[in-house]
């Protein structure tokens, strides 16, 4: 542990600790946000006394990622929700903008110190030791992940930054400089254990024992994890953080039984319900929607914001000493499909379809008839074959599969090794008509 006064004390007494801690933050919305004076006032939340208490939060209402981006113009090209003066933000990152103008993120120095601390807890969860080579494949350019490349600074680690697009130069520096923990998505591993194979090189055989993977689902996926250590001979443990609050907010620890809230005294965190909006209590085992609050930030702090991560929580104690809760991402809320009134995750497909590896590759497409959320079966999904491999009844037993695990009816096509898309950072499993 990097902070063991802090990670190791009993989560019970979180609340009693955060509880002023939200007051100062909720007083600094009404001081300096005109997005959340507005809000709140509309929804009869007038002055901080009527907000009031942590505890009382759920009375309050959501931040929906829409309405950040209505809030932006030319004139606040970062929303009306920006708190912090021009001259205290220190470093401003961006999204990739792929439905219109990025949307832009800015940190005071405070805030950064934050997200570095968060993500330094998250990363020595890992077991990640001071002096030990690590490789990284997420750019330090305009996105957030770049925040957390400075963590392994701070856990005294030697820092390879490769960034993403570089497979040829990333498996030279495995090859040469020996790093012991590679960073990547789980995706990219994936596809990198396929790069290596159609070169004839052992991937197990490389320095590489940790591999520690985040920016998607898939690390958590018993199947899919199981398939990367076999391919890397390495242990696999994630990482999970959301751009608008903090990265690497979630650290999985070795035990491999969830990631832990890292973000202890920064960000409050609560289960909901994602069709009702309703509290889920916090008991092992429960799944619902992540929605965060942040509790120290200074330049565009969040109330009651909807992740659409939606989560496994887990609150029995952990062996390494660590005290918060943990969970482990199913999927996103937004992702989501509902074929004939049966929740479907993409990344739960996936999982099924990865008990078929060594017959399938674990590359996949689900491709919806209908625009939005709601299907009529069966659901069209293609799934990639491995070169060789024998497929008389496959697609049917997959289907089956399917059908048995998730309750859902499916049409499978297969498809050719290496016909589907691969990707060198995110997976794309929906193909939306």
């Known amino acids: ?43 009869g939340f007038a002055n901080p006394r009527a907000v009031g208490r942590l505890d009382e939060i759920a009375k309050l209402p959501f931040t929906e990622k829409d309405e950040l981006r209505q809030s932006r113009s030319r004139e606040e090209p970062i929303g009306t929700h920006c708190t912090a003066p021009r001259e205290e933000i220190v470093r401003i990152y961006s999204t990739s903008g792929t439905t219109g103008t990025p949307s832009y993120i800015p940190l005071t120095a405070g805030d950064l110190e934050v997200w570095i601390r968060t993500s330094s807890r998250s990363y020595a969860a890992s077991g990640v030791r001071r002096g030990e080579r690590v490789v990284s494949t997420y750019n330090a350019g305009p996105f957030v992940a770049g925040a957390a490349l400075a963590s392994f600074d701070r856990l005294g680690l030697c820092h390879i930054p490769i960034g993403t697009g570089n497979t040829e ?43 520690l993977v985040a920016g998607e689902p898939g690390g958590g996926e018993p199947t899919m994890r199981a398939q990367l250590e076999a391919a890397w001979g390495a242990v696999v443990t994630e990482a999970m953080g959301i751009g608008d609050i903090s990265i690497s907010l979630w650290g999985e620890c070795e035990q491999k039984a969830g990631m832990h809230f890292s973000g202890r005294g920064f960000v409050h965190f609560e289960l909901i319900d994602p069709a009702t909006g309703e509290p889920v209590p916090m008991v092992e085992g429960a799944t619902g929607e992540l929605v965060l609050t942040h509790l120290v930030n200074r330049s565009t702090p969040l109330l009651r914001f909807r992740t659409r991560d939606h989560v496994r929580l887990s609150v029995a104690p952990c062996a390494c000493g660590r005290t918060a809760p943990r969970v482990r991402c199913i999927g996103r809320t937004d992702d989501m499909l509902i074929v004939r009134g049966v929740n479907v995750f993409p990344s739960a497909v996936r999982e099924i379809v990865n008990e078929f590896v060594p017959a399938v590759t674990g590359v996949l497409m689900i491709r919806p008839r209908e625009k939005g959320v709601r299907q009529e079966p069966p659901l069209p999904i293609t799934v990639e074959t491995a070169q060789g491999a024998d497929i008389e009844g496959l697609a049917e037993r997959i289907r089956a599969r399917l059908r048995e695990k998730l309750v859902f009816t499916a049409e499978i096509a297969l498809a050719p090794a290496g016909t589907l898309p691969r990707s060198e950072y995110k997976s794309k499993l929906i193909e939306k008509p």
Do not use: C, N
């Not at 989560?11 to 709140?40: M, N």
């Not at 290596?196 to 055989?205: E, S, T, V, Y």
């Open 169 to 211: 130069r990333l498996m030279t520096a495995i090859d040469l400089l020996q790093p012991t923990a590679a960073v990547m998505t789980p995706s990219y591993a994936l596809h990198l254990a396929e790069w290596a194979r159609q070169r004839g090189m052992d991937l197990a055989a490389s320095s590489v024992r940790r591999l």
């Open 1 to 43: 542990m990097i902070e063991p006064e802090i990670e190791s004390a009993p989560w019970e007494g979180q609340a009693a600790q955060d509880a002023p801690v939200y007051l100062k933050q909720i007083e600094h919305l009404f001081d300096r946000s005109g997005f959340y004076r507005d809000k709140l006032s509309r929804s």
